[in-house]
């Protein structure tokens, strides 16, 4: 192997489909937990070991932080490519090809989602070993899943001619068919498109600028003028806007004549419904798979999810049961996928809990509102260490801190002081004042404020070591 593969992280998406534990503020890579890890966590130790180089994950400034808290649990290290607008996924990975590129344009590209789920790590990392000749050989190499049942909600690929190295030519894409036609499919020995492959650089750049021209030179443009810091880089904007909205298999894939495809079994799974995710989670004896805080009396082939309240089931089959502290979703498990419309509802009419959870996720850790009125709100607020909220002050409401777990260094005018647990501090109306973490443990505190109005949006920021001011 002449250089490491290169894992490239895909870190974009919503995943409205698994709502309410998925939302748009904090979307189901990071927040979706199997066996203690999230999907995104479980994606990065995948590819960790000699064969891989170091991550390069591709997503946007408000998750770059959630990313780099959870890379912290895991001990890895990894570099961004920040997309300052949502431009599908062809643009981004060429993007990121590209920045990957300017050190090593031969580098093989390991390109996955950060929301899929695979049971069988080993049978993966053959398989990726197995196709990395034909990655440095010119060819995109993509990764086709033997189906497990005729399933409607994934393209299909058929394979042609075998290669070496267990690759197949590829006859087709063939996209997310009806019912009849997935039997076919699966009996003709389609795969399903698993959306994952391995190419270098070089041929990622070369086929995406003989496809698609004018979104390359835009992208181009858009990496020769990011912003760089250590280890991150920032697309320029006015450039990234004009590339074409497109996938890369509808940018590429589906274009060229350089893909091959590897099959593969190793317990695969998008984790695009709660069916989905009921199928590959461990059940007990009745078919059922719970988390949290529940109880179960007489259900059967049920999902059921408690991030905090008490919850009972009785008597009942096939539902889907999540408990947020916000929202409560009860479906039937095989209509889960249209969850979606609920969300599409909710954004219609205006309600946050679409795609804000109440625990808001910050860069310097979060917070969550724990009782509101007219005129004052509550919040608790957690700061990780070394945190630090920006210098600030509010227009229409003062604030009262008290902190109850760690040292807070506390801001307010002119006055800089340390606050251990039962020690408060006020911040009058218009003061200017910032909120740190000096220490190496987190800071809990709770937040009165009180006021004419209370939104996220009363926030003058004068400096902030985020980039938010």
């Given amino acids: 192997m002449s250089c490491p593969i290169r894992p490239l992280i895909m870190c974009g998406g919503a995943g409205t489909r698994l709502w309410p534990m998925s939302r748009e503020s904090f979307p189901k890579q990071f927040a979706l937990r199997v066996g203690g890890y ?4 479980q994606t990065l130790l995948r590819v960790a070991g000699p064969e891989f180089g170091r991550p390069l994950i591709i997503t946007n400034q408000a998750y770059r932080f959630i990313a780099e808290q959870q890379l912290a649990e895991i001990d890895v290290l990894a570099d961004f490519v920040l997309e300052p607008a949502r431009r599908d996924t062809a643009p981004a ?4 090809a590209t920045v990957a590129g300017q050190f090593d344009p031969d580098v093989p590209l390991l390109v996955l989602a950060s929301d899929h789920q695979i049971r069988d790590s080993e049978a993966f990392r053959s398989a990726v070993l197995a196709g990395l000749p034909a990655a440095e050989g010119g060819w995109l190499v993509t990764f086709g ?4 049942d005729p399933a409607t909600g994934y393209g299909y690929i058929e394979p042609g001619e075998a290669m070496a190295n267990g690759a197949r030519t590829i006859r087709r894409f063939v996209e997310k068919p009806d019912a009849e036609h997935a039997r076919r499919y699966v009996l003709d020995g389609l795969l399903w498109n698993s959306g994952n492959f391995m190419a270098t650089a070089r041929t990622l750049i070369e086929e995406y600028a003989l496809h698609q021209p004018a979104s390359a030179a835009a992208v181009a443009l858009a990496a020769e ?3 760089i810091s250590t ?17 890369i298999d509808y940018a590429v894939m589906e274009r060229t004549a350089r893909a091959v495809v590897v099959p593969l079994a190793c317990g695969w799974s998008d984790v695009g419904s709660w069916d989905l995710l009921w199928s590959v989670s461990d059940q007990d004896q009745a078919g059922n798979v719970s988390q949290g805080e529940v109880v179960l009396s007489d259900a059967h082939g049920c999902f059921v999810s408690s991030d905090g ?3 009972s089931v009785h008597g009942v089959e096939d539902l889907v049961v999540i408990v947020n502290q916000d929202a409560i979703l009860v479906a039937d498990r095989h209509r889960s996928g249209e969850v979606k419309q609920i969300v599409e509802s909710l954004r219609r009419t205006g309600r946050q809990q679409a795609d804000t959870h109440c625990r808001v996720h910050r860069p310097w850790g979060w917070y969550q509102v724990t009782d509101h009125g007219d005129d004052f709100q509550v919040k608790r607020i957690v700061v990780n260490p070394k945190g630090r909220l920006s210098l600030q002050k509010h227009g229409h409401r003062a604030e009262h801190w008290v902190v109850v777990r760690g040292t807070a260094q506390v801001t307010v005018g002119d006055e800089v002081s340390l606050l251990t647990p039962n020690q408060h501090a006020h911040i009058p109306l218009g003061a200017i004042h910032r909120l740190e973490n000096p220490g190496n443990t987190p800071v809990e505190l709770v ?3 009180c006021g004419d109005y209370l939104g996220e949006d009363d926030i003058v920021r004068l400096e902030d070591i985020y980039q938010r001011a």
């Fill in 231 to 247: 280890g991150v880089f920032a697309l320029d904007a006015q450039a990234y806007a004009e590339a074409e909205q497109l996938s």
């Fill in 447 to 449: 937040e009165v404020q």
């Fill in 309 to 311: 309240p008490l919850t």
């Fill in 145 to 148: 899943i033997r189906p497990t």
């Fill in 225 to 227: 003028k990011a912003k």
């Fill in 93 to 96: 990975i060429i993007a990121a």
């Fill in 38 to 41: 999230s999907i995104f966590q």
